[in-house]
């Protein structure tokens, strides 16, 4: 089976987030290719993505070099083989300023035209400078998506020939597609884009083996918009996003209904409504925190490649609520299928980060002269000595540059999912009596100022009394001890075949399982 994920918009790039890390921790399909859409390419919440995505390629691809290190399929660690275009990000108008006017060539319409335009468009949008998205308008995004052609020239659009013509093959394809319904870019694109993917569908007379789905965010977060300097400007207003939402509901009920476009979507949002703590109008300063409603949209996204999931020949509305209304706990993640539970992946992924962040990391870094003095325990000779061990320098090479570039990127990835796991505890019940108790992160983590992009800060070391409260990392019933893990990695089966570095990071993945 062949699977594709489209984020579309600053939202389906933060649920792409979530889902990559839900990868790393063995939830997603074995192969996964990745894009985005977005008008404003420098988005933070975009970049940051991009960024995480070319870490999971790197990682993975280091990690699952046969012969040299190698995890093996037996391993679920970064399991999901995920690839993307050189850029993962579809622009659908190019250029340095870009307006609506310049895109339909006002000064060239006939006058009739014109004034249809004018009745459409405001003159603000005509003139308005894209570079930054679409600013909540989807009357433009929808003007610009449509206005570009879907050929297999184009990067982007290749990936989705390439996924039609493999079903017209014979093989089995699941396109998913993530977006806010209340946004500019999201709103705009989710039907426009899945139609057009349709639209190939039937063009190349394809009707089997071939599968499209789609989350749908409805408004789960809002902000403050200061008054001052903001005359003139286009800009997403949130107390219109309730209104926007409601007229969306109604033109896909009628869509859905006379128009099955996907075989399953799933909808989700947020009450009350999560504060963001800072608003910026796009570019790279709108670095808006991961919420606990995308990490739905993402699982979401997962059940749908999930081999369990048998696709029906009906159009499936799926939704999803809390156990509470007032408290977030581990029992309100679902499950991506019957083998597959969410909160023991996603919590031994953040034991993982943990102690490879805090214990392990620190003590494979640097030179051989450095590392050497955990050479005799038992640890470090089955897993790290054993399998860096060069017969012809007879030296073991954990020090080398090669290792110490995995090493160090492993460590980076951590404090990504340690800070992505306590920022979206924090930010998604900041400003609410909401509570949300998945993971205790006080002792390891800093708060900054709430308008702080960057307000999660991850210690750089612990002393003794924090490493111990480990066994509250996971706020659950069983509490599973530092002792318990650094015991396991001495004793726990190593999987045959494995090589390398790979033998260490799996065995102590596997050793931070309940």
């Not at 919440?45 to 960024?51: A, D, E, F, G, P």
């Not at 660690?77 to 006017?101: C, H, Q, R, S, Y």
């Not at 789609?214 to 902000?223: D, I, V």
């Not at 979206?424 to 909401?434: A, G």
Request: charged residues 25%.
């Amino acid at each position: 089976m062949k699977n594709y994920i489209i984020g579309i918009g600053g939202t389906g790039a933060k649920c792409l987030e979530h889902l990559l890390h839900c990868c790393s921790a063995g939830l997603g399909p074995n192969n996964l290719w990745a894009g985005m859409v977005d008008q404003d390419e420098a988005n933070g919440n975009v970049s940051r993505t991009k960024i995480l995505l070319d870490k999971y390629i790197n990682l993975r691809s280091n990690l699952r070099n046969e012969g040299v290190n190698d995890l093996t399929k037996k391993s679920t660690l970064f399991k999901t083989n995920i690839t993307a275009n050189a850029d993962a990000v579809w622009l659908p108008m190019k250029g340095a300023n870009p307006t609506l006017e310049e895109l339909i060539n006002y000064n060239l319409l006939k006058p009739e035209v014109k004034g249809l335009m004018d009745c459409l468009y405001d003159p603000d949008e005509l003139k308005q400078n894209l570079s930054e998205g679409f600013r909540a308008r989807p009357n433009i995004g929808a003007a610009a998506i449509l206005s570009t052609t879907a050929n297999e020239d184009d990067i982007f659009w290749s990936q989705i020939y390439k996924a039609i013509d493999a079903a017209r093959g014979g093989e089995e394809v699941r396109v998913f597609i993530i977006s806010s319904i209340f946004g500019g870019t999201g709103a705009s694109g989710f039907p426009n884009i899945a139609r057009r993917i349709k639209q190939i569908q039937k063009d190349k007379n394809v009707s089997a083996n071939f599968h499209l789905g789609g989350a749908l965010m409805l408004p789960y977060f809002n902000y403050e918009v200061p008054e001052e300097n903001m005359e003139g400007e286009l800009y997403a207003k949130p107390e219109e996003f309730l209104d926007q939402t409601k007229g969306a509901l109604q033109y896909y009920s009628k869509l859905f209904e006379h128009e099955p476009i996907f075989d399953q979507v799933y909808v989700t949002g947020w009450d009350p409504l999560t504060k963001l703590p800072n608003f910026k109008m796009g570019g790279n300063l709108q670095k808006n925190p991961p919420l606990f409603p995308e990490l739905y949209a993402a699982l979401g996204a997962l059940r749908f490649f999930s081999e369990d999931n048998k696709i029906s020949d009906k159009q499936e509305i799926l939704h999803i609520g809390k156990n509470d209304s007032n408290d977030i706990l581990w029992s309100d993640i679902p499950n991506v299928s019957s083998n597959l539970n969410s909160k023991n992946n996603i919590s031994k992924l953040i034991r993982f980060a943990f102690t490879y962040n805090w214990m392990y990391g620190p003590a494979l870094t640097g030179s051989w002269s450095k590392i050497k003095k955990y050479q005799n325990e038992n640890w470090f000779k089955r897993l790290i000595y054993k399998n860096t061990y060069n017969t012809d320098t007879k030296a073991c090479e954990v020090g080398h540059e090669r290792n110490q570039e995995i090493i160090s990127s492993m460590q980076e990835y951590c404090q990504d999912v340690l800070t992505w796991i306590t920022d979206m505890q924090y930010s998604t019940i900041s400003n609410t009596d909401q509570k949300m108790d998945l993971v205790a992160s006080d002792f390891f983590a800093e708060f900054k100022e709430k308008n702080d992009a960057d307000r999660i800060k991850i210690k750089e070391k612990l002393n003794e009394t924090e490493k111990n409260q480990f066994d509250r990392l996971i706020n659950d019933n069983k509490n599973l001890k530092l002792l318990n893990v650094m015991s396991n990695i001495c004793y726990q089966k190593i999987e045959k075949d494995q090589k390398g570095l790979s033998v260490f990071m799996d065995t102590l993945f596997r050793s931070c399982e309940q």
